[in-house]
C-alpha cells in the first residue's frame, strides 16, 4: 500500500485554520471558537479531492514570540506536522491583513522548500477577491481566497495545492483497527501516557488542569494488530464546563466513548476513585463498552498496597471488579509495556459467543447447586438460555415468571458466569423473557402450530416453552437465539 500524501494547515492564531480543517474533511473534527489558542494539539483526519484520498493535519497558532500558555509545547507540536506533511497551506485572514506574524511564519514555511500555498480566509464569494493581492508581499506565489464558514472555493484550494504533486492510487486506512478512548477527569496523565506509548511528543502536557481539548486519534500498529489511540478531553462535571470550548471538548469526549471498541479509564492512584469517576465507569458500562483500568502515578504512592488500592474499588464500585486492573507510571512507563495485549484480549471478550448447549448446561449447573427462592409458592424456572448479540455479549433466560427473578440471585448467576466464562473487563446483559399468559395462549390457539413456529420472535413477545417441541420445530425457530 502506497503512503498517504499530508496537508497542514498552518498559521498564527484565530485565523480560521480549524474552521477550514473542519471543512476539508467534511467533519466536525476541530473545536471551532473566536478564543485564541483554542486547538493544542495536532490533528489529523482523511480526506478526498477528486476521487483521491490524503490526511489534512491541523495545527495550533504559531506565536514565535510572547509570554502565553503552552507556546513552546505548541511550537513543537507545530513543527512537527511541518516537518510531517507533503504540502503546506498557511491560512491568513484576509479582515486582519498582512501582520509581521504572518510575514514569519510565511519565512519559516518557505525554508522548508515545500510546496507552500497561501489561503486567504474569510473570503465569502468573488467580490472579495480583491482583499487577496495584499498578501503577495508574503513571497508565496500561489494564493487562493477562501471562506472556510462558506466552503467558498475549497476545491479550488486544493487543487492547486496538490499541483504536481502525484497522489497514490491505492491507500491504506490508517483508522482501521481497536479503538481504544483514553478517557479519566482532568489531568490524571491521559496525554503523557499516550506520548510513552508512540514514544513521541503526540500531545502538549502541562500541569494545568484541561490542557487536552480535542479527541485525537492516532492509529498504529503493535505486534501486527492495528489500533487507534483516541486522546480524550478530561471529563469534567457539567457544572465546572464554565467556557464554551469546554462543552465543545466535553461533546468530543462523549463522541469518542460512543465509537470506541474498549475504553481506558485512567485514575489518580494519589487520590483514588472519586464520585465523578464512577459516573464515568458507569456511563462506559451503560453503553457496553470493554473497560480496563489504570490507577497513574503509581510510582508517587508511599505506603499504600496494590491490594488495599483494589479492595477500596470493590468496595466503592463493585460493578468495576470484572475490569482488569493495573498499576502504571504514564511519565517512566511502568506496567505500559501489556496494555495493548489487555486491550486486544478484552476486545475479542467482547465479541466471544457461547453455544446454547453450553449454556443449558450451565443453568443446570447453577441450579443443582442453589435452587432460586420460593416466592408466594412459586418456584423460578429456567427453560432455555441463548446468546442473542456480541459487543457487549446479550443473553436471554426463558423462564416461567420472570418477576420471580431476584435481585441477589440474578448476581449470583452473573458471578457464577463469570468464573465459569471470564468476559474479564466486559458488562455482560442477563434479559429475562417469560411465557405466555394463559389467555394469551387461548387467544392463539386458533393460530396453525406451522404458522406459529414459522413466526419471527419480536423484542415485546415471549416464546412459549410449555409445550415439547421437536428438533425440527426447534430448528424453524430464529437461529440467533439457538446460533
Same mark, same amino acid.
Given at each position: 500500500?502506497?503512503?498517504?500524501?499530508?496537508?497542514?494547515?498552518?498559521?498564527?492564531?484565530?485565523?480560521?485554520?480549524?474552521?477550514?480543517?473542519?471543512?476539508?474533511?467534511k467533519k466536525r473534527i476541530a473545536i471551532v471558537d473566536e478564543a485564541e489558542g483554542v486547538t493544542r494539539d495536532r490533528l489529523y483526519a482523511d480526506a478526498e479531492i477528486f476521487g483521491k484520498q490524503f490526511e489534512v493535519i491541523d495545527t495550533a497558532g504559531i506565536r514565535l514570540r510572547g509570554d502565553i500558555p503552552f507556546r513552546e509545547e505548541v511550537l513543537r507540536q507545530t513543527e512537527i506536522a511541518i516537518e510531517e506533511a507533503d504540502v503546506l497551506v498557511q491560512v491568513v485572514d484576509s479582515r486582519a491583513g498582512t501582520t509581521v506574524l504572518d510575514e514569519e511564519v510565511a519565512k519559516l514555511l518557505l525554508r522548508t522548500k515545500k510546496p507552500v500555498v497561501l489561503a486567504v480566509n474569510k473570503v465569502d464569494d468573488f467580490a472579495k477577491l480583491d482583499l487577496v493581492h495584499q498578501f503577495y508581499s508574503l513571497g508565496i506565489g500561489r494564493i487562493v481566497g477562501v471562506s472556510a464558514t462558506q466552503g467558498f472555493q475549497i476545491a479550488e484550494l486544493l487543487e492547486e495545492a496538490f499541483k504536481g504533486v502525484p497522489l497514490p492510487k491505492e491507500i491504506e486506512d490508517s483508522h482501521a483497527g481497536i479503538r481504544v478512548a483514553i478517557l479519566g477527569r482532568p489531568n490524571v496523565g491521559k496525554s503523557t501516557m499516550v506520548n510513552f506509548l508512540l514514544n513521541d511528543q503526540r500531545c502538549v502536557?502541562?500541569?494545568?488542569?484541561?490542557?487536552?481539548?480535542?479527541?485525537?486519534?492516532?492509529?498504529?500498529?503493535?505486534?501486527?494488530?492495528?489500533?487507534?489511540?483516541?486522546?480524550?478531553? %478530561?471529563? *469534567?462535571?457539567?457544572?465546572?464546563?464554565?467556557?464554551? $470550548? /469546554?462543552?465543545?471538548?466535553?461533546?468530543?469526549?462523549?463522541r469518542a466513548l460512543e465509537r470506541a471498541d474498549v475504553c481506558v479509564l485512567v485514575l489518580d492512584a494519589e487520590q483514588g476513585?472519586?464520585?465523578?469517576?464512577?459516573?464515568?465507569?458507569?456511563?462506559?458500562?451503560?453503553?457496553?463498552?470493554?473497560?480496563?483500568?489504570?490507577?497513574?502515578?503509581?510510582?508517587l504512592v508511599k505506603g499504600f498496597r496494590m491490594e488495599h488500592c483494589l479492595k477500596s474499588v470493590q468496595y466503592e464500585a463493585s460493578f468495576l471488579t470484572h475490569c482488569p486492573t493495573h498499576f502504571v507510571s504514564a511519565k517512566s512507563g511502568r506496567n505500559l509495556d501489556q496494555l495493548f495485549s489487555q486491550v486486544k484480549e478484552v476486545y475479542e471478550q467482547g465479541r466471544r459467543r457461547i453455544t446454547t448447549g453450553q449454556l443449558n448446561k450451565f443453568v443446570e449447573k447453577v441450579i443443582q447447586a442453589y435452587h432460586p427462592p420460593m416466592i408466594? %409458592?412459586? *418456584?423460578?424456572?429456567?427453560?432455555?438460555?441463548?446468546? $442473542? /448479540?456480541v459487543n457487549?455479549?446479550?443473553?436471554?433466560?426463558?423462564?416461567?415468571?420472570?418477576?420471580?427473578?431476584?435481585?441477589?440471585?440474578?448476581?449470583?448467576?452473573?458471578?457464577?458466569?463469570?468464573?465459569?466464562?471470564?468476559?474479564?473487563?466486559?458488562?455482560?446483559?442477563?434479559?429475562?423473557?417469560?411465557?405466555?399468559?394463559?389467555?394469551?395462549?387461548?387467544?392463539?390457539?386458533?393460530?396453525?402450530?406451522?404458522?406459529k413456529l414459522s413466526r419471527e420472535p419480536v423484542e415485546d413477545e415471549f416464546l412459549e416453552f410449555d409445550e415439547e417441541l421437536t428438533t425440527e420445530e426447534l430448528a424453524q425457530l430464529d437461529p440467533s437465539y439457538f446460533a
Open positions: 500500500m502506497a503512503k498517504r500524501l499530508r496537508l497542514a494547515l498552518v498559521g498564527r492564531p484565530n485565523v480560521g485554520k480549524s474552521a477550514l480543517f473542519n471543512r476539508i474533511c502536557v502541562s500541569s494545568i488542569a484541561g490542557t487536552t481539548r480535542d479527541s485525537i486519534d492516532i492509529p498504529l500498529r503493535v505486534d501486527g494488530t492495528d489500533f487507534v489511540l483516541i486522546d480524550t478531553a %478530561g471529563i *469534567r462535571r457539567k457544572q465546572a464546563e464554565h467556557e464554551a $470550548v /469546554d462543552k465543545f471538548a466535553a461533546v468530543r469526549t462523549e476513585l472519586n464520585a465523578h469517576e464512577k459516573r464515568i465507569a458507569h456511563e462506559i458500562e451503560s453503553q457496553g463498552k470493554g473497560c480496563i483500568l489504570l490507577f497513574n502515578k503509581w510510582d408466594k %409458592g412459586k *418456584r423460578l424456572r429456567i427453560y432455555y438460555m441463548a446468546q $442473542v /448479540d457487549p455479549p446479550h443473553f436471554v433466560l426463558f423462564v416461567n415468571y420472570p418477576e420471580l427473578m431476584v435481585e441477589t440471585y440474578k448476581k449470583y448467576m452473573l458471578n457464577q458466569f463469570r468464573e465459569q466464562y471470564g468476559f474479564a473487563g466486559v458488562p455482560l446483559i442477563f434479559a429475562l423473557k417469560g411465557r405466555k399468559t394463559k389467555e394469551q395462549r387461548e387467544e392463539k390457539s386458533s393460530e396453525p402450530r406451522a404458522e
